[in-house]
């Protein structure tokens, strides 16, 4: 049997009395059916994190109508907001570059049907992947990227994802730094999987600082990409023990299999509606 068809509701607020009871009125009244709901009170900040699912099979309005009339209640609460429809599947750019491990990954996950998406075209800097790209059916685009063309490498980039109509652009272990003009572009919707447990060791190369350093545990770090380096919002983190013989490769292999999990992780995450952005940081309702 397949899921209801469902809408979710997403918003953040200043925390005051009555959030809660007013949205659950607003959906009573127009036949909505809550199936799952996620609240947190961020008591430090005064913020509000609410996110609803809700069966649209006994709903009385459209998504159209739902958002012209829940604009009356954002405001009254200064939310910020919006409303998804699950029914359309959210459009993925994967960005690649040598390193194939969370791009295996993540197209394995895509053709067993856990990653409920399409993937309109993956993009690289180099061309090593095109015939295994291809072969799942995917158009492939090479953009080479040098110290002299930068800005319209990327300029190009974007263009593509553009005519992509994505929703969600996924860096996966795409090792360049993206224009400040392209990460202002699209904030919270460019996801990168960078091979440490951030904040320590940002840049390149981290398992080998993490080697020098004598760590004792090493992870990855799924998050937001913004214009400052590996300093994005983070969606979601692991780790892995190091032992004292291990070497800086040891360190490699071992994150790799980290990465493509919390990849994937993050991922869902953000495809499901349940991270809410706010400042540097997230809230991750699940």
Known sequence: ??????????????????????????????????????????????????????????????IDQFRDRFERIAREFQMSWKVADHSVKKRVVILVSKLEHCLYDLLARWKAGELDIDIPCVISNHDTWRSFVEWHGIPFHHVPVTPDNKEAAYDEVQSLFEDARADTMVLARYMQVLSPKLCRAYPGRIINIHHSFLPSFVGAKPYHQAYTRGVKLTGATCHYVTEDLDEGPIIEQDTIRVRHSDRPDDLVRLGRDIEKAVLARGLRYHLEDRVLIHGNKTVVLR
């Open 1 to 62: 049997m397949s899921p209801p068809r469902r809408f979710t509701l997403t918003l953040s607020c200043p925390d005051r009395i009555g959030i809660v009871a007013t949205v659950s009125t607003f959906l009573a009244e127009h036949h909505g059916w809550i199936i799952e709901a996620s609240h947190h009170a961020d008591e430090i900040e005064n913020r509000f994190f609410m996110r609803h699912e809700i069966a649209t099979d006994s709903l009385s309005i459209s």
